[in-house]
């Protein structure tokens, strides 16, 4: 069935330093990869998504990756701050339908 | 644009119960789908809402029922509730934009729903 793996499920990174999380999917028909950032008793918020046409796409300090091939997806924030501490969740999509990751949540040091 | 809105944000039912939570989605979006994310936990998909018509559907039983309205607006039914439908229910809206197209969905602040 459809399933996405993600790692680490906690990671700490002191202040400035760069955050990096890891994603595979199952479905080979995914075409649509959002990242979602949630804060506590909020609902997700879409940070960056990439399509299965691209390879990388950027946004200030949040890059993702995707290897179709190899069926692996990834976040990288540099010059981390205080304020991105949180869960952070991947996503593979078809047909609008989402298959999310366990989360992964971030901590950032002082 | 007030995004997507959710109703109630907490409600606290007894097992066996049957309850119905709301969602009105984003200015401008006409598809809506609901998630069930339990504690720790990444949100998982119940179904999705198109032109009133349920158009996909989770590994949820039949007691997860909704509804969507002529204003794109979303209701989630939950019959006989169990202590383990225990979660933040989450309403997410998108654009349909064709088959195939995957569109970003936004998603409201969730209802908390605690069974006792």
Redesign the interface.
């Known amino acids: 069935g459809e399933n996405v793996e993600q790692h680490p499920s906690t990671l700490s990174v002191q202040e400035g330093d760069s955050a990096v999380i890891k994603c595979t999917y199952s479905d080979s028909a995914s075409n649509y990869f959002p990242w979602y950032k949630q804060e506590l008793g909020k609902g997700p918020q879409l940070i960056i998504d990439i399509r299965s046409n691209v390879g990388e796409k950027k946004d200030q300090r949040i890059a993702v990756t995707l290897n179709k091939t190899a069926k692996h997806f990834s976040l990288h924030i540099t010059e981390t701050q205080p304020e991105d501490s949180a869960v952070y969740f991947c996503a593979a999509s078809r047909d609008d339908k989402i298959i999310f990751g366990k989360g992964t949540r971030l901590h950032i040091l002082p | 644009d007030a995004g ?1 809105t959710q109703s109630p944000t907490h409600l606290i039912k007894t097992r066996g119960q049957q309850v119905t939570l709301r969602c009105s989605p984003k200015s401008g979006h006409d ?1 809506v ?1 609901w ?1 069930q994310q339990a504690l ?6 119940i179904f ?1 809402y198109y032109e009133e018509e349920e158009r ?1 559907r ?1 590994n949820f039983p039949d007691r997860f029922s909704g509804h969507q309205f002529p204003n794109y607006s979303s209701e989630l039914n939950v019959n006989a509730l169990l202590l383990g439908d225990s979660a933040l229910y ?1 309403c ?1 809206s ?1 654009q ?1 934009r064709g ?2 197209l ?9 209802t908390r729903l605690t069974v006792v």
């Open positions: 997507v598809t789908s998630y720790g936990q990444g949100p998982q998909f999705q996909q989770g989450l997410a998108s349909n088959t195939g995957n569109t970003e969905a936004f998603f409201g602040q969730g």
